[in-house]
């Protein structure tokens, strides 16, 4: 009978812990996701439903106040009837509230979030459950509660296992994810660095990730040539380990005395050297697209259809207005983000896929973030 009442205390300490760092939890950057990619967002910034996604822990907080005033009136009798069907209520009650998240993962936000308040949350979660389980099997040796309500019991907290597994692999929007960085420029020739990552199921799994090169000329010439692709564990959900440098390069400047091999051929056929390097962001904000017009101070032409990698382009089914992100020798560059989901169309035109283009998904995307071009008309 002694760890009887041992395993009451022990009840008890485990939901002040609980609502602890539920508290805790409620002041860090909450759940992540990353939508297939490897880089992180959270669920805060979200106008959708599933911004709210961190009061499914918050909420522990009040199950814990109610366990520990039971526990406090309770606490020098051992544990019985009454004590098994009350925290297995709480328990349930946080399980449901678990199986709620909607847009968060848990895995993604303890593995590569790093919020190592979760994952205590988690931990004393699971060892409430082996808590009840064990006094389960007290009352039932005691022969103090029926079968029936052991069944109902258990189906009810045995939810709260099912349920975590659920919430980990829990899908959220559809993303897609397409970037042109400008690197040099030469006559009426852009060169730029690429990135493309999709995910058509909005599954909390790392997707890989495609970088290359691409040269744009006035004359028509549109040249694509790939350099790297990740490779994620999707078994583990663990991203390639040379995901991280490869993002790094990506965003670092080009190394001219240095350039990786896959670029060469474009190096050498259009002549680029470290004097032809450009700004990144030079001619930012000089031109205006709108889905009626495009315009550069004060002159104005027909919208244009603007043109991404693989041959995705912009649709003309409305958009929102867009600065140029870069311009340069006649070329403009615009980062579009459309969303479909609970939120309004941020910025430019949705993209679709032509005949040729391959890995994007006919439905197109709830949340899309597409680098397209345009050519200014000569005047």
């Not at 912009?314 to 560059?333: D, I, K, W």
């Not at 679709?352 to 006919?362: E, F, L, N, V």
């Not at 680098?371 to 000569?378: E, F, R, T």
Request: hydrophobic share 45%; with cysteine.
């Amino acid at each position: 009978m002694e760890s009887s009442r041992g395993l009451k205390t022990a009840m008890f300490g485990l939901w002040l812990l609980l609502g602890l760092l539920g508290y805790a939890f409620g002041e860090t950057q909450g759940f992540a996701y990353t939508a297939g990619t490897t880089e992180l967002e959270y669920v805060n910034a979200l106008q959708s439903s599933g911004g709210n996604d961190g009061v499914v822990i918050e909420v522990g907080v009040g199950l814990a106040l109610l366990a520990v005033l039971w526990g406090a009136l309770r606490i020098k009798s051992h544990f019985g009837r009454a004590d098994l069907v009350a925290h297995g209520v709480l328990i349930g009650t946080q399980a449901v509230y678990l199986a709620l998240i909607e847009q968060g993962s848990i895995s993604e936000t303890v593995f590569l979030g790093h919020n190592f308040v979760l994952a205590l949350w988690l931990i004393v979660y699971l060892s409430l459950l082996m808590g009840w389980f064990l006094g389960l099997r007290f009352v039932w040796r005691s022969r103090a509660i029926g079968g029936g309500v052991v069944r109902t019991l258990a189906l009810w907290v045995g939810f709260g296992l099912a349920a975590l597994p659920s919430v980990a692999e829990a899908t959220g929007p559809s993303s897609a994810d397409v970037r042109l960085e400008p690197i040099a420029a030469r006559g009426d020739a852009v060169f730029f660095r690429t990135r493309w990552t999709t995910n058509a199921e909005g599954a909390h799994t790392v997707r890989p990730i495609e970088f290359g090169w691409l040269v744009v000329t006035r004359s028509g010439k549109w040249e694509e040539f790939a350099h790297a692709k990740t490779a994620p564990d999707r078994e583990r959900g663990l991203p390639d380990p040379k995901a991280k440098a490869l993002t790094e390069e990506f965003e670092a400047p080009f190394p001219w005395d240095a350039p990786p091999r896959s670029a060469g051929r474009l190096l050498k056929k259009y002549g680029f050297t470290r004097a032809d390097a450009v700004a990144p962001t030079a001619g930012e904000g000089s031109v205006t697209w709108t889905p009626e017009r495009l315009c550069q101070g004060d002159h104005c032409w027909p919208t244009c259809q603007q043109r991404s990698l693989r041959g995705l382009r912009s649709t003309n089914e409305g958009g929102a207005e867009v600065q140029a992100a870069f311009a340069h020798s006649g070329l403009v560059l615009f980062r579009n983000k459309a969303i479909s989901f609970d939120g309004p169309k941020e910025a430019g035109p949705a993209f679709a896929p032509g005949r040729a283009t391959r890995g994007w998904s006919k439905d197109g995307y709830d949340s899309e973030s597409v680098a397209g071009i345009c050519w200014l008309p000569k005047k």
